[in-house]
């Protein structure tokens, strides 16, 4: 390695182009060599490389045109092969001898993928981490194969680019007067690229794609592979970077949410994923993300499910559903008993029990703190726990307002409290359900206080899921009609004395025993409304109809709220 006039040290590749190349943390410690993409240079992975460094020998370099590296004379300098010979001149300088980790995002990852199925780094690569470039051979089969015509065109809209960056003169325009870099900098919240960068780079375009996509001669790799999948991606939709199985049998496919510059938005969920991968490639334990990502593996398998409830009802029962799909389930209710009962129906020895009353703020904190310590961050949050009360406005105390207050409004709004926060920082997306009920668009003259907790959450859902959606976080709203379980048995009945109130008990639990809708169908109402990613669920024929005549005829259901149906 020789030092450029401005220090940093640069490397020269086999036709005599001098690139600059920069080193981080322990040389000892397992190797991770990033290649940046266009119209980067290797800045674009500062985040990464110092959350990396820590525990890795972090090697970046700009690919040639771009930052400090020399650009070759011609177009044909930017061919894929002579890519590959700049990445293995960088691997006999920094890493002789040693296999390295791979990580590449955009153009870095497209050149990356040609240099891993190359001959010419056999047993000198360890893993390799791609996000948001696929290999231009893969491309082509998968336009081909056309699995989903849906996706084929989607994809097409969104390289309308490379066509242009294809036409001769108007794109080195559009960069030179500044338009290009002012564009893209608003659009991806990104800095201005450097416009000799982002003009060299468009030979990258120019020398490789046509003949690539025309006549594609995908290559396999053995390596383990993950791919990271941008959600928001604007040109490089997450089917096409994925749908790579055949050539990748050991592949992993993880998908982040976010845009197209996730190395620069979310630089340590990128790290964190590095991280896994090396340390599980270099012997460690497999972290359960990266089981997951595997393909093949249950969309449920190994999830975390946090179910608040969860000793009766419905929450037993939709902790029982994730957990035969595969879930791992922390299962929480006021009355530990309960809870552990629903432990051991679940019976897959990693589940847990927790004594929790939602309404209480401290309790749902310390509650979160203990999951994600003893579990992790939860993949899906069902803020399930409530209680039933009935009768008029008038008989209801202020007691009562605040007993179903807290446990049915506080009890979701300390769970979102609690675990949004953990999810959007976590950075892998999730979704939180919250029971709502049918009752938050069906008015009734005798359900005031259950159905003012139940609109409330109706609407914080609706507000929650518009503040989460770009961190990939779904919310739900849960409404179901009549379903027959405890709630009957437990509900306050206002304004009645002792034995009124338990007649009345019985008098609703025959009722809905009658009508037999079963939380099992509900809870599978509620795995079908996470996998869908539903704004809001109503669950039960009766709660359909509801919900089409709330907006169809409100005029007909405030008439019948006059009713008075007590039994
Ligand atoms: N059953 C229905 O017809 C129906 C209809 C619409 C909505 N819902 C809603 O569904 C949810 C579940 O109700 P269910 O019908 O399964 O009732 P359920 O009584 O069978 O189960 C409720 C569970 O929540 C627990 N719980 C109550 N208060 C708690 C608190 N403060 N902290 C922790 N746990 C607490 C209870 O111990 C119980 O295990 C509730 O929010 C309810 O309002 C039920």
């Known amino acids: 390695m020789s030092n450029k006039r401005d220090g940093s040290p640069t490397v020269t590749s086999p036709d005599g182009v001098r690139l600059a190349v920069q ?34 020998h972090v090697i970046t370099y700009d690919v040639r045109g771009a930052g400090g590296s020399e650009a070759p004379r011609d177009r044909s300098g930017y061919r894929l092969d002579h890519l590959t010979e700049d990445l293995v001149a960088v691997l006999d300088e920094v890493a002789p001898g040693r296999k390295v980790h791979l990580l590449a995002h955009d153009w870095g990852a497209i050149q990356t993928w040609h240099s891993v199925t190359d001959p010419r780094l056999a047993g ?144 340590d969920v990128i790290a964190r994923a590095v991280r896994e991968l090396v340390t599980h490639v270099e012997g460690g334990t497999e972290a359960p993300a990266l089981r997951r990502a595997r393909a093949g593996t249950g969309r449920w398998t190994d999830r975390l499910v946090v179910v608040t409830g969860a000793g009766s009802g419905i929450g037993r029962a939709t902790a029982l559903a994730f957990a035969r799909r595969g879930a791992e389930i922390v299962v929480a209710d006021r009355d530990l008993d309960t809870a552990q009962r629903t432990v051991d129906l679940i019976g897959d020895g990693r589940s847990t029990a927790h004594q929790v009353d939602v309404s209480d703020g401290g309790a749902m904190e310390e509650f979160a703190k203990l999951v994600v310590t003893e579990h992790g961050v ?153 996998e869908k990613d539903v704004a809001l669920a109503p669950v039960t024929p009766e709660a359909h109809v509801g919900l089409a005549l709330s907006r169809l005829t409100p005029g007909l259901l405030r008439a019948v709220a006059r009713k008075d149906v007590s039994l």
């Open 23 to 56: 080193t981080t943390g322990d040389p000892a410690a397992p190797a991770v060599v990033a290649v940046h993409g266009y119209p980067d240079d290797h800045t674009v992975w500062d985040g990464v490389v110092a959350d990396l460094a820590v525990d890795h």
């Open 124 to 267: 000198r690569v360890a893993s390799y981490t791609s996000i948001s470039g696929p290999d231009l051979d893969h491309i082509g089969a998968w336009f081909r194969r056309r699995s989903s015509l849906r996706d084929v065109l989607r994809q097409a809209r969104a390289s309308w680019y490379t066509v242009l960056f294809r036409t001769p003169r108007l794109p080195e325009l559009i960069w030179r007067s500044g338009l290009g870099a002012r564009l893209v900098s608003a659009m991806e919240g990104v800095p201005r690229a450097v416009t000799r960068d982002a003009v060299n780079g468009l030979e990258l375009y120019r020398a490789n794609i046509a003949e690539r996509i025309a006549d594609p001669q995908p290559r396999r790799t053995d390596l383990p592979v993950q791919v990271l999948a941008p959600t928001r991606d604007r040109y490089v939709t997450p089917p096409m970077q994925t749908g790579i199985g055949e050539f990748v049998p050991d592949l992993r496919v993880r998908h982040i949410p976010g845009g197209h510059w996730v190395p620069r938005s979310r630089p």
């Open 378 to 530: 939860p993949d899906v949050v069902i803020n399930n726990a409530g209680i039933g009360m009935a009768g008029s406005f008038a008989d209801t105390t202020l007691a009562d307002w605040q007993r179903i207050v807290d446990v049915n409004l506080w009890g979701v709004i300390h769970g979102c409290r609690q675990f949004a926060p953990l999810m959007k920082e976590h950075g892998e997306g999730g979704h939180i359900v919250n029971v709502a009920s049918a009752a938050a668009y069906l008015p009734q003259r005798t359900l005031s206080a259950y159905a003012t907790t139940k609109s409330a959450v109706l609407t914080l859902s609706e507000c929650l899921r518009a503040e989460l959606g770009d961190d990939g976080i779904g919310v739900t709203a849960l409404c179901p009609g009549f379903v027959h379980t405890n709630i009957t048995a437990t509900t306050r009945f206002v304004g009645t004395d002792a034995a009124t109130e338990q007649q009345r008990q019985k008098a609703t639990t025959a009722a809905y025993a009658k009508r037999n809708y079963t939380p099992e169908r509900v809870a599978e109402a509620v795995v079908r409304a996470v």
